[in-house]
Every structure is written in C-alpha cells, then in structure tokens.
C-alpha cells in the first residue's frame, strides 16, 4: 500500500508554491551558471590540447635577417625537423593599433574560420575575432593599413596566437592595440616587402614527450643554426607566451564558481531546514499523532527530507540543461572575450555533473536530515503537547523595566526567533562578500594600475638581444635573467632575477653582502622575510640555486630578485662584464631596432590590469548581481518565516487595537534592524576575508596584486542592500496586513 503521507507533496506544495519557486530558481540559476562554466571551460581546453595536432602548430621559430636559400633550409632540416616559411609583416593602421600580416598558411599554424570567408581577392583581409571586436569591426568593413584599404571578408582565430602576446617578452597580451590576420599571397606581396620579417617556423620530425626534453631539443637545434647563420629572434612554442598562455590560463574561474555553488548551497539548505523546521512547530500535533499511531522517526524525516531533495534534484536537472545550453554559450562568450579560441565542440562532462548535482544534492541531504533527525529526538507526546524544545522550560529572559514597552518588544521578538536572525546574519555576511567581490574588483585593479606606475624602476627597460653601448644620458646597463619559484599549493611561477650596477641611479639597494635583495611583491606573496633563504629553479632543468635574504627592497608589483650584476652573471657562468638590458628615464635612439628584444614602458605594465578587466569584469558583475539576490532571497524568505511564526501574536496584538503601522514597527522593523545592522557590523570581517580570498585567488597568477577595497565600495554595498530590503519590507508589511484577527482564536492552549 502506497504511504498516504505521499498525498500531501501536492498540498504542501500549492501551500508553500512561492518559498519553493524562489528556492528552485535560484538553484537552477547558480547550477546553470557554474555548469556552463565548466562545461563551456573543459570543451574550449580539449579543442584547445587537439588544435596542436589538428592545426599542426609550430614547435617553435626562428627569424634571420634574410630569406634563406633552399641550400641552408636543406642543412637545418638534417636536424630531424621540418622549416616552414612564416613570413610576416608588422604595419600600423588608421585606428592606431598594430597588426601582424601572415599569408594565409595551409601548411603549419592553419587559421581556423569562425566567420565569414578566407581572403579571395588581393584587397581582402581575414583578421582575428577578438581584435576586431576590440575595435567594433565586422566583416565588410574597411580598414587602413599602411595607407591601402582592406576588406574584412572574415574573422578567423590564428592557432599560434590563442593570446595576442604581440612580443614573448611583453608583460601582457593586449587585444585592442594588437592583432594578427592573413592575407592571399598576392595581397600580402601588395603591401611591400620593406619590412618583412623573414620568419621560420619548425617542426620536429619526431614530437618531445614534455618540455623538458622540449628544451634539450631547441637547445641542440638552437646551437646547429648559431653555426650556420644569424638569429635575429629565436622561440621554441614550449616558451611562447602566445601559444602556451591560454591553456594555463583557463580553467581558474570554474574552480571558483564551484566554491561559491557549494557555499550558496549551504546556505539555501539551511533555510530548507529552517523552513522544514517551521513546518514541524505548525503540524507538531500531526506528527505526535502519527508517531503515536504506529509512523517510525525514519518515515517521518524520509517525509520531510523528500521536498528538499525533490526541489534540489530537479532544479539541478534543469540547471544543468541550462548550464549546456544558454549558460553555455555565455560562458564561452566570455572566454572568447580574452582568447583567440578556435571553434570547439560541447563534450559530456562528469566532473562538472559531480560537481553541480551530485555534491549539492549530498550537502542539501546532510544538512536537512542532520536537523531532522536531531528534531525527530523528541517524544510522541511532546510533539501532540507543542512542546518541541530538548531542555526544560525555563523562564523568559527578564529584560529591564526602564526599557520602553516597544524596545522590550522588539527585543522579545528577536529572542523568541534567533535561529532565523542567526540565519539572517550568517546570510547577509555570505551576500556581502559576494558583492563586495564583484564591487571591489574594478577598485582593485585601479588600484594596481596606479600601483604599476609609481613602482616603474625607470620610465623605459630596455631588452636586448644582444649587448651593445648607448650614448643616451642616464641609461644603466643590468643584467636580467628568469627563474622558477619551486612549486608552492600546486604553482610555479616566474621569478625576474636583476643584475644591477653598484651605486645604481635606479635601484637603491646596498650590495656589501653576498646575499640578495627580494621586491616586497615577492616577500608578500610567499612570506619570506629578511634572514630567510630561497630556493630558485631552471625552469626546464633540473638545477637550483639558493640565495639568502639580506633585505627587502619596496617593489610590490613584481616578484624580483635583485643582487650585483657581477654576483648574477658569475652564479650563471656568463662574461664579468655581461648586461642585456638598459635601465633609462628618457628614449633610447641611437641602437637598432632589430637589436632591441622588447621595450617595457608603463603603458606595458598596465596592460595587465587593462587585460584583467577586460576578461574578467563579466565575472564580476555576476558576482555582485548574484549577491544581492542571495541577500534578498535569504531576508525575504527568513522574514516571511519569522511573520508566519508569529501570526498569532500578530494576530492577537491586532486585537488588542494596535494599528498596521505599530504592528509593523515590532516585527518588520525588527526585522530591518538585525539586516541593517548586519550589514554594517559583517563588513569588516568580510574584509578580512576578502583579503584572504583575493590573495588565495591571485596566488595563482603569476606576479603579486595588493588587496585594496575603498571605503565606497562597502558605502555602495551597504545602500544597495538597504534599497533592497525595502522592497522586502514592503512586501512583509502587504502579508502582516493580510493576516486575520481570528487566527488568535486559533490552536489557544
């Protein structure tokens, strides 16, 4: 015989249509929107890991400073590789950015398509999507390069350009002043040839297993071209930000979203079980009649535990298909937004199955039945008595007399419901660091921007290829050369060592010592202080170098080491005298172009937080929008329960001749009392923890970024949420004015 007890799902249901409406949505919201998320993240990193193969992408290359005849490609391919022409030209156009021009190649570093056509006539131009979005064009519009007109016929994703590095030396890509396209070869020629870049590409005739044998082989071939020609650049794809940059990126944000999934569900299974526990008190009289008629504690809480399970199963089911569908497509937009991503196909994934359905619907299960069981302790009769509470009764708390009537009313009403004003603030605090997330983010990255600026070593760095004097006043020569922190919480990174002049114009450092000066970025970052030693690797060899610590020097920017040119050119067996690099307040004129591997400027360094904005300021925004709605979720649906609760009283306190608006002063101002206050007193412990988060978060990016939340930023948080609660309030006040007089009659003991 079916449980008669089934019979009521429906009842229940209709009864409470709205809290479980606003539960399910929101469920279904959050799961669609970490599933797209991931979904959308792991297709793009698989049509990212076969594009390699699939568009056979370089394994590195190599510039001359000339076209190299047929007789010396043939000497370099004895090396077990295979040469490519790659040739490229660099022109400005009539927008002011920077566009790199290949031929359309169809041997190595295949375009793939997204939109539109390949270049047909010598006048079309095939440009990357996400530059051309960058700068609001579309396909059949015009752009100048180098004074000639060209025709976007289609946006395309250059496989060896996933990340729009337009230097491998630059700090960050940026994909507004750079792009790269392909041309025919006729209208390639059509440009000139002026300043053509005689460009190779390679690849290994046999592929290396990882990077570390990737490195053995580039050195090898690296030494056979030194012997039979001059290098003008020199890059194998292992160490080509613009190739390896997007499949290390992505991936950090779905991890994120995922933590945030299970803290909101969290969250949402207490107001089940609170909501569960408020249904209980009302049908205590049931309950205690059916335990008493034969039901088991193990029926009853299967009863109870099932609405909660129901709602979170199919809301996670729905959110799921969303999260493959709309979500998806949101998520990819966003990605698209900071990479140049070939077209990808959307794959089956368990991990995120796991990860939205079946560890929510395992907290929604543990949280609920914990409480039930815990309120299921309780005898038969003390459920047919209403008396639910474990302890003997004891006395209400005495307040003082000399407390206005109201005030000691207010105060009562928060006593008799603490679990829900608890609930309230542990929910406000989770809201508030959500939105201050998303609020404080842009305040962050200005922050670091301003930062940028003011720890510039000098107005320009200089990168050389190779040594060579300067007449310009006031340029230091320093020798740079990079490291790897050893693996810290599953990350390595970059280390910049600098080898500067004694008595240096630029950095103030005293040298006296053997030790090594690190930048405050770095002290920060990792912890190491003043007497400590670190520990540095080849980042693709297996050899390491320790350094003590003999001061910090205030660069917060950057994780460096600085020591004496002589000290770092000895510890890397380089000539007494070496220097690739050129510190200067004023521009460099007098060296070749050609010589020079990169010039690092402050609108360089602020490339970064200009590319971390672009990308990443969609996310926040979701953050902040997902904070206030689960601030006004969790005040409307607690306050909805705590005037429930109290019909009664309102009820009687109705019949006592109080007007709506008194009635309304004791409950829903009460009410606005603990949110408001609870949104003033959390912020500074949500600022603590952001301190925490953000940090955690950008360990994971290479370089350092100080945490900084202006006071505007809580003001803002602080009157939105405010704004907000006033709409729930108004809502509260329409449901105390609905509630009859009669129900005072009600259920009297």
């Given at each position: 015989m079916k449980n008669p007890l089934n019979k009521r799902f429906v009842r229940e249901l209709k009864s409470d249509l709205g809290r479980y409406m606003v539960l399910f949505v929101f469920i279904v919201a959050m799961i669609a929107i970490v599933s797209g998320f991931q979904v959308a993240g792991n297709s793009m990193i698989k049509a990212y890991d076969e594009s390699f193969e699939k568009y056979n992408i370089e394994d590195g290359n190599f510039e001359l400073t000339a076209k190299a005849d047929k007789a010396l490609i043939d000497k370099i391919e004895e090396n077990d590789v295979t040469i490519y022409e790659n040739f490229y030209l660099e022109e400005e156009t009539a927008l002011g950015t920077t566009i790199r021009i290949f031929k359309n190649r169809e041997e190595v570093n295949r375009a793939c398509l997204m939109s539109g056509e390949f270049p047909v006539a010598d006048d079309d131009i095939a440009i990357d999507r996400i530059h051309a979005n960058k700068n609001e064009l579309e396909i059949g519009d015009t752009i100048i390069v180098s004074?000639?007109?060209?025709?976007?016929?289609?946006?395309?994703a250059l496989t060896d350009y996933s990340a729009l590095y337009q230097s491998p030396t630059d700090t960050m890509f940026d994909t507004k002043m750079f792009g790269v396209g392909v041309m025919t070869k006729e209208g390639f020629e059509s440009i000139g040839d002026d300043r053509l870049h005689f460009s190779y590409s390679w690849r290994y005739d046999e592929r290396p297993v990882d990077d570390i044998e990737a490195k053995v082989m580039s050195d090898e071939l690296m030494g056979e071209l030194l012997q039979l020609t001059t290098l003008s650049a020199y890059i194998p794809a292992y160490s080509n930000q613009a190739i390896q940059f997007t499949g290390t990126d992505m991936g950090r944000d779905g991890a994120m979203f995922v933590v945030f999934l299970y803290l909101i569900v969290a969250i949402l299974a207490f107001i089940f079980a609170i909501t569960t526990s408020n249904t209980i008190a009302k049908e205590s009289t049931v309950i205690g009649t059916l335990r008493a008629s034969g039901y088991s504690k193990g029926e009853l809480i299967r009863h109870y535990l099932a609405m909660p399970m129901l709602v979170t199963f199919v809301a996670a089911v729905i959110g799921n298909i969303l999260g493959y569908t709309v979500m998806e497509d949101f998520a990819a937009d966003l990605y698209y937004n900071s990479y140049c991503l070939t077209t990808y196909e959307i794959i089956w994934n368990a991990k995120a199955f796991v990860n939205t359905t079946v560890i929510p619907l395992i907290i929604m299960f543990l949280i609920n039945y914990l409480i039930l069981v815990n309120k299921f302790k309780l005898s038969p009769l003390k459920f047919i008595r209403r008396d639910l509470k474990k302890s003997k009764k004891k006395k209400a708390l005495r307040l003082n007399s000399k407390i206005g009537i109201m005030k000691r009313f207010r105060l009562r009403i928060i006593l008799q419901n603490m679990p829900n004003y608890i609930t309230i603030i542990i929910g406000v605090f989770l809201a508030n660091v959500i939105m201050?997330?998303?609020?404080?983010?842009p305040a962050l990255l200005n922050n670091h921007s301003e930062k940028l600026a003011d720890n510039m070593i000098s107005k320009y760095q200089y990168v050389l290829k190779a040594p060579i004097d300067t007449e310009t006043v006031g340029a230091e020569p320093y020798t740079a050369y990079s490291l790897n922190t050893i693996e810290t919480k599953g990350f390595s990174e970059q280390v910049s060592l600098y080898g500067i002049e004694k008595?240096?114009?630029y950095v103030d450092v005293d040298f006296d010592t053997n030790g090594?000066?690190?930048?405050?970025?770095?002290?920060?970052?990792?912890?190491?202080n003043v007497g400590d030693t670190i520990t540095l690797r080849e980042e693709f060899e297996d050899k390491e170098y320790t350094?003590?610590?003999d001061g910090v020097y205030d660069y917060s920017i950057g994780i460096a080491v600085f020591m004496d040119r002589e000290a770092l050119n000895s510890s890397f067996d380089l000539e007494k005298d070496y220097y690739n690099c050129y510190f200067s307040n004023e521009e460099?004129?007098?060296?070749d172009e050609r010589l020079i591997a990169t010039v690092i400027s402050e609108d360089d360094m602020n490339k970064v937080s200009r590319q971390l904005m672009d990308s990443m300021g969609g996310m926040m925004d979701i953050f902040f929008g997902m904070g206030v709605v689960i601030f006004m979720l969790v005040i409307y649906l607690l306050s909805k329960i705590i005037v429930e609760k109290n019909a009664q009283s309102i009820s009687m306190i109705k019949i006592l001749g109080y007007s709506h608006s008194e009635i309304n002063g004791l409950y829903v101002i009460t009410t606005a009392i603990v949110v408001i206050a609870s949104l003033i007193l959390t912020m500074p412990v949500v600022d603590i923890l952001m301190?925490?988060?953000?940090?955690?978060?950008?360990?994971?990016?290479?370089g350092w970024m100080i945490y900084y939340v202006p006071f505007s930023s809580f003001a803002y948080i602080a009157v939105a949420g405010i704004i907000a609660y006033a709409v729930i309030a108004f809502l509260q006040m329409q449901k105390v004015k609905k509630i009859p007089m009669e129900d005072a009659l009600k259920n009297v003991e």
């Open positions: 004074g000639k007109e060209l025709k976007i016929s289609g946006l395309v201050v997330f998303g609020v404080s983010f008595d240096s114009q090594v000066y690190i930048s405050s970025g770095y002290s920060d970052k990792y912890d190491v350094f003590k610590v460099i004129t007098d060296i301190k925490v988060i953000v940090e955690y978060m950008f360990f994971m990016y290479s």
